[in-house]
Nanobody, 127 residues
């Protein structure tokens, strides 16, 4: 059974930085990702990384500001470094694992591509 747990959420001022971590209890090779859900909005893709870390993907709005990385030696921990945050990025951030080691070669990163989910961690960006 795959279990994911997110850490590192909290309150940050606009322009600040937060680093999220996701500890994954799993066997095998999984691509992983981060999604977020703002109040009153649908959950949206943020970033993803394949198992060996060679390929990453980001939604356009976070490119250049967010970085996803992973440490497979450290219990399959995936990180999301978020810089220059703005209040519109206040959301619950979710970690997700895909039942494949690789990200899909093309097309949008959607929820259906990921089979396992954490419970989420709140990130609040104050103006």
């Amino acid at each position: 059974q795959v279990q994911l747990a997110e850490f590192g959420g909290g309150l940050v001022q606009a322009g600040g930085s937060v680093r999220l971590a996701c500890a994954a209890q799993l066997r095998g090779a999984y691509a992983m990702g981060w999604f977020r859900q703002a109040p009153g909005k649908d959950r949206e893709f943020v970033a993803a990384i394949d198992f060996d870390g060679r390929r990453t993907a980001y939604t356009d709005s976070v490119k250049g500001r967010f970085t996803i990385s992973r440490d497979n030696a450290a219990k399959n921990t995936v990180y999301l470094q978020m810089n220059n945050l703005n209040p519109e990025e206040t959301a619950v951030y979710y970690c997700a694992a895909r039942s494949y080691s690789q990200l899909p070669p093309s097309g949008p990163m959607t929820e259906v591509l990921f089979s396992y989910w954490g419970r989420g961690t709140q990130v609040t960006v104050s103006s």
